[in-house]
């Protein structure tokens, strides 16, 4: 019972047990472990490993590809998140693509995309939909209000990606999984719940530094009891059920598919792809985009890093031929990859 008298920051501090590798699934735990300075606090036997929770990290080169083809041989306006126009494609980026004069626009929200089409019928609008459970909901609304307004020229270009299959592939990588917060939100825990049948261990975690160490803990504290096990550590957000409203509309405009992920390659069923009443808005099909491979930079260790072969400050180029100023990678790039935290947060040393 001592344990239950220490507070969650002594539990990880003084953590003398066996070695144990914890998996960030989320890159925004990633950095905001790193932002607030919980990682210093961790014994050397306590390694945290990012993982694959950044939607632009994941999203494959081929898919920088297709969308700068839809922009300059198609005349499509390209509306996505600001992130997104910065990861290098196989010759460019959405940006490179900018300057040889595609219209690519930054927006908040598919919404907001969905919105600029109606406002300019003349154009041909095309939403990057790439994210987890988190965001697809509202690719769906944004569909979903395009075909009851007759809206014509909206489309998505998707790359949505789920996580239970994802676990599924990365099971292996850890003792553990810091379960994202937010998309078990959506999700609720049945998910995690199945893992556990399998013996694959995790907490949902957080995002404040009580929430997060109280998860780590929870961790530390059951992994020494040598069962698996899974706790949410995030009631007050997540709930068993999840959002049954958000799964609903899903489940009406999208269906499961099988997904490309950057490192992880081909994880099937781990997609979401528009359902046949809604293939008017697949870019896709509307412009006949053939299947284009991508080719990532040989020397990016992304891949590894996202499967968490590597951190990131063992890449060759991390910090010297790779910065958030001139990127090389997709983890270099979106505010929640994780050689973007490594570099503002640690740097090299780490």
């Known amino acids: 019972m001592e344990e239950n008298r220490k507070t969650a920051r002594e539990i990880v501090e003084g953590y003398d047990g066996p070695p144990i590798r ?13 932002r607030l300075g919980i990682r210093s606090l961790l014994p050397e036997q306590v390694n945290l490993i990012s993982g694959p929770g950044c939607p632009v990290c994941v999203t494959p080169c081929g898919y920088i590809d297709e969308a700068i083809k839809l922009a300059l041989n198609h005349d499509a306006v ?52 790439v994210g987890f459970e988190t965001t697809i909901p509202a690719a769906c609304t944004a569909v979903q209000t395009a075909k009851e307004h007759g809206v014509k020229n909206f489309s998505l270009l998707t790359a949505n990606k789920t996580m239970p299959n994802a676990y599924q592939a990365l099971k292996g990588s850890a003792d553990a999984f810091l379960y994202p917060g937010h998309v078990n939100a959506i999700t609720g825990t049945k998910v995690c719940e199945d893992l556990l049948k399998e013996g694959v261990s995790g907490v949902v975690a957080g995002f404040t530094a009580r929430e997060l160490l109280t998860a780590l803990a929870t961790i530390l504290v059951k992994f020494q009891e040598g069962k698996p096990f899974f706790v949410n550590c995030y009631p007050r957000v997540v709930k068993a059920e ?16 099988d997904a490309e992920w950057r490192g992880l390659g081909l994880i099937p069923g781990s997609g979401m792809e528009l359902r046949p009443a809604y293939e008017a808005f697949d870019a896709r099909k509307k412009f006949n985009l053939e299947e284009i491979k991508g080719r990532s930079n040989p020397a990016c260790c992304c891949g590894e890093v996202l499967q968490g072969i590597k951190k990131p400050n063992e890449c060759p180029l991390f910090g010297k031929g790779c910065t958030p100023e001139h990127p090389v990678g997709a983890c270099m790039v979106s505010d929640e990859g994780a050689c973007s935290a490594y570099f503002q947060y640690g740097g090299e040393e780490l």
């Open 78 to 129: 390209i509306t996505t998140f600001g992130d997104l126009i910065r990861v290098p494609g196989s010759d460019m980026s959405l940006a490179g693509a900018r300057a040889k004069g595609a219209d690519v626009h930054m927006v908040y929200s598919p919404v907001d995309a969905e919105k600029y089409a109606e406002e300019h019928p003349e154009e041909e609008v095309v939403f990057l939909s």
């Open 242 to 257: 999840g959002n049954v409203k958000a799964q609903a509309l899903m489940e009406k405009i999208m269906q499961p598919c």
């Open 22 to 34: 914890i998996m960030e699934v989320c890159g925004t735990h990633t950095h905001e472990i790193f």
